[in-house]
T-cell receptor, first 116, second 111 residues
């Protein structure tokens, strides 16, 4: 199956700092990547759709200036949480399709962010 | 709005029995439904996809059904094992090309 690598797996940071999370498709090219956020015992909430070479599309209620997404190449998308606050603490997961609209998402292993 | 619902938050089952999980969708007619497995602290892993014109799909001990009349998909694990314990998520893609997920069912297989 397709491999999506995400790192770091976990990060602890101080309030007010920025954190960058990387998501790479290792053995396929991903025109589109999806970023999700997940709170304990809850489902995945789509934050934004990242498109290679263009601006990301954010879901309603997600602050684009706070959650900066860059999809600079067909194998790399990054999510930067700027000026992080304790309420940003969550599990962030990226995913990608090997085939656009193909119906299978391949997920990274997730990043647990804790903001002190 | 388009919704995916998994009504059972948790399900405990004895080893060797068949686990059956339910996924319902509303305000939508999806072209397909997907099932994923998620272990604690990990990203989901794709298991099966079933299209609207398919009644049933199988993969080893897994079976998925799709009933467009009931607007429902059932996910079965036969001969369940403790290693099958995980959260199982139902998902689909919307008309605006977004993948949406149900809240998941936490399955625990008791030895």
């Amino acid at each position: 199956g397709a491999v999506v690598s995400q790192h770091p797996s976990w990060v602890i940071c101080k309030s007010g700092t920025s954190v960058k999370i990387e998501c790479r498709s290792l053995d396929f090219q991903a025109t589109t990547m999806f970023w999700y956020r997940q709170f304990p015992k809850q489902s995945l909430m789509l934050m934004a759709t990242s498109n290679e070479g263009s601006k990301a599309t954010y879901e309603q209620g997600v602050e684009k200036d706070k959650f900066l997404i860059n999809h600079a190449s067909l194998t790399l998308s990054t999510l930067t949480v700027t000026s992080a606050h304790p309420e940003d603490s969550s599990f962030y997961i990226c995913s990608a399709e090997r085939e656009a609209g193909g119906g299978k998402l391949f997920f990274g292993s997730g990043t647990q962010l804790s903001v002190l | 709005s388009q919704k995916i619902e998994q009504n059972s938050e948790a399900l405990n089952i004895q080893e060797g029995k068949t686990a059956t999980l339910t996924c319902n969708y509303t305000n939508y007619s999806p072209a397909y439904l997907q099932w994923y497995r998620q272990d604690p602290g990990r990203g989901p892993v794709f298991l099966l996809l079933i299209r609207e014109n398919e009644k049933e799909k199988r993969k080893e001990r897994l079976k998925v059904t799709f009933d467009t009349t009931l607007k429902q998909s059932l996910f079965h694990i036969t001969a369940s094992q403790p290693a099958d314990s995980a959260t199982y998520l139902c998902a689909t893609i919307t008309g605006t090309y977004k993948y949406i997920f149900g809240t998941g069912t936490r399955l625990k297989v008791l030895a």
